[in-house]
């Protein structure tokens, strides 16, 4: 069953130095708010796992908690570039970053792999290109029945998978809905997890196309209201998309990035 | 330089988007990135293709935004759909067993043979310019029964060979998709803000079929990277009508802002 | 685009002589009355796939369409035994029947594959069981990151599944919600699919927990009000249990079986 | 025959039930077949562990019906659940990794080492009697981090060797289940209407470990086909309670019917 703990407790108890985390939602639903408390209490040499950086990820590996990104894409979406990330990748600021690299179907049959309890997936993907040649986690798999070749990726378990939903229960149950991602894979995949929420409820009343996980599933659950943030909650606030613009500038610029750190409690 | 001077009425981008956009039927089922193919697509719904699928990676099914999304997982992109579905579903269920008619993609790099990149210009482990990466690309380039591929026509752009293979158009001939086991039939065009390209049947190399308006072969060889062949049959673009343009410029980007004029800022990743 | 079609219009062309067809619906929304068209259209030499061949196959393999039966747990369920199925079995009646039999997860695993458009799928399955050793559609694979050996089973791929759903809108849009077991992966693996349904309206109003197909990934639609007794369609009737106790006692008998085909409108 | 003679105030089916719902614990995700274990399970969330979590193979997640089901996949199982999952991920995400603490299965057959046949009497090609078959059973025999037997203890049944192995217990021995690579412990125990068998820890054999009221051991012997050992530890379980057997002949089955008193017809399958 989910405990249900402070955002402080719960990234105290759960990540640890030297973890694999995956802090997932595609576009919507980024637990923003669990990203900065990993910032505030300075976690380092993560391994950070997820589909889209995005900013929050840009904010991690600028703060210095990562060692290593695991991704398929990484850009501010429908703004550019993620200067931090390209800092540390191009020149180790603050600290080197190693990658390895996937694209979006491997990345999520990676998570698929991880919450079935297989080793590994097989899909049709990367034929021809030059990803395999870079990342060993891509390997092919031949089909015992037609002879065919296909692509195989390995399994995705983090010890620790961070998700921001809107609503939980009191007894810890949890339920999303809007785009879903590939969050409850992400969940399942895990050794633990944190889900963030908007509220904690009295009841879960049903919602159309909604994702629920069992409290059983769930490690433990913090109220966070406004926790994805800059990102969107599908039926509680809007993604700031000014926020994203306004990153561009910020993260361009060391000593920006630093002020914007400093803003948010670090001293560094 | 472009269409632009000798055209007034309107700019390179808009003609390039209204040329994707006419390569889109009615019924057809679209996987959209974001961008210049969100643009189109939806451009495409709003004239002569009220019944095209868009499909977002997102996992948004049938979605009508009425405003266009800045990012591929717009809340506007839930509320209009028929339904949503998860990430690994989008991509197990609906894009890889070639259920998907049109994917579109952009990319930083394109070559002869209609290979994409979005990864790094330069080496890999030391890159000149490290790009956002895959996103969907791969496996859209792989899936799609064909793939139209939107992007400037720029000379670093239109490359001989891509720095890095993200997405796969004909590899390094006719023969490589088949070998590849890559089911759908690759990308059937490239359209540019110069014209339209389109791969040899017996070579697959991409070909110039189209010039838009006003544009010369000679602008469109300078900007391509390897000695661009002219199709006997060159045809030229017809120009933006009054309706095109209308809608194109009355579609308004959510949240918008000045900076939104220009929805296709993201080109170099194809999708996100 | 789903065509709105009759049902015997779609029976006639969607199912033919020879075809491997899946008829599916976990306990719940179970397409009886497409079931009883093929009866009375006569179909023969059918492979019918199914998880759970229910009292809907039983009806089909007494009425002689089936030459195969591809299956993983082949009873009345709450009462006993398919007595039309067993006879098939044991005594050749109406025809000999040959069977492919898996467990449910390996049939769930077969439709993900089928409509994931790959030849097969990798699972933790059937190792130690006798059933590999009669159903050739059960191999192994190797997992190229760890060496350890997983269960792997060949895709389904009907060419033609059909399935009973709640609601279609006019543009041939599908929804059904309740216990939608494989329904989803059984439409998307088949060539050809069929969906009667309870009613056609004009708009689809979500509700929670529902799955929807898209027109476009649906051959036909039509609208069969009742269809799925004496199985439920929840929201609109329950389950019959008298009708599947009756079902017992007819299916006991060739000669009560044949009365009850006469009353289907089928001479024999 | 068994207990009913000689505790005129239950019958031994409702002993084993009761026997079965005592053996879960509060909390505990249990992965519940058809039949007996429905009724076990239910009975148990009536009474010690009203927060036992019940799975059914039909995807409907932490469900707490009001009345037993007559299937796997009635509706009150679906108005009453935590939420309702597809039938390939009930068994990829939830059961085949593991998540699952308790699984029930029941069979027509059960040998030694607790393997269990739900296939066929007789050859596989030719048999005596054809069962239902496989259903979710070989799957939850492997993945449950253990797994509950509920089966009447009949000599026809409690055999030295299963003609099929549908659902593995020991295999062969006791080092078997690592070499197959199943996870989970296998059956922990046997309930039935005589009393409970457990695998001995060295040999993994089942033996009798506990007999229900008013049974002796040489009955249990005399149904079952091996030469069964008896724990130096034999316990005797403790009769229903009025609590208990109250509860348990308040349990209505769905749409019910005279018939349905016996919510156990279909045991012979492990699950639907």
Known sequence: ?????????????????????????????????????????????LTLVRMTPDLIYDQLIGAGCASKLVFSWGGNPGVGSLHRLRDALGNGWPAPLEIEEHSHAGMANRYVAGASGLPFAV?????????????????????PFTGEELAAVAALNPDVTIVHAQRADRAGNVQLWGITGVQKEAVLAAKRSLVTVEEIVDELTPVPGAVVLPSWAVT??????????????????????????????????RQAFTGWLR?????? | ???????????????????????????????????????????????????????????????????????????????????????????????????????????AQLDRF??????????????????????????????????SIVMRHRLRAFVEQVDFVTSVGYGTGPLDRRMLGLRGAGPVRVITDLGVLEPDPETSELVLTALHPGIAVEQVRAETGWDLEVSPDLMVTAAPSARELETLRGMRTVGSHPDDRNPDRTTEGATE
């Open chain 1, 1 to 45: 069953m989910a405990k249900i703990v402070s955002l402080s407790e719960a990234v105290a108890e759960l990540v640890h130095d030297g973890d694999t985390a995956a802090l997932e939602g595609f576009t919507h639903l980024i637990p923003f708010a669990a990203g900065h408390e990993i910032i505030r209490q300075g976690r380092r040499e």
């Open chain 1, 123 to 143: 899909l049709r993907g990367y034929a021809g290109t030059d990803l395999p040649l870079h990342t060993p986690t891509i390997s092919t798999v031949t089909c």
């Open chain 1, 220 to 253: 433990a659950v913090a109220e966070v209201p406004g926790g994805a943030a800059p990102s969107y909650a599908h039926g509680y606030y809007d993604r700031d998309n000014a926020a994203y613009r306004a990153w561009d500038t910020i993260s361009r610029d």
């Open chain 1, 263 to 268: 803003e948010l409690g670090v001293q560094r």
């Open chain 2, 1 to 107: 330089m472009g269409a632009a001077a000798s055209s007034p009425d309107y700019t390179a981008d808009e003609m390039m988007s209204i040329a994707a956009a006419r390569s889109l039927r009615d019924g057809q089922v679209c996987f959209v990135g974001i961008g210049l193919p969100s643009t189109a697509a939806n451009l495409a719904r709003r004239l002569h293709a009220p019944g095209l699928v868009l499909v977002y990676e997102s996992g948004t099914l049938d979605t009508r935004p009425a405003e266009l999304p800045l990012s591929i997982g717009d809340g506007i992109l839930t509320d209009s759909a028929l339904t949503v579905v998860s990430v690994p579903e989008v991509f197990n269920y609906w894009l890889q067993p070639g259920r998907i008619d049109v994917g579109f993609l952009s990319g």
């Open chain 2, 114 to 147: 209609g290979n994409i990149n979005t990864t790094v210009i330069g080496e890999y482990t030391e890159p000149d310019v490290r790009l956002p990466g895959s996103g969907g690309a791969p496996e859209i380039a792989a899936s799609c029964r064909e793939v």
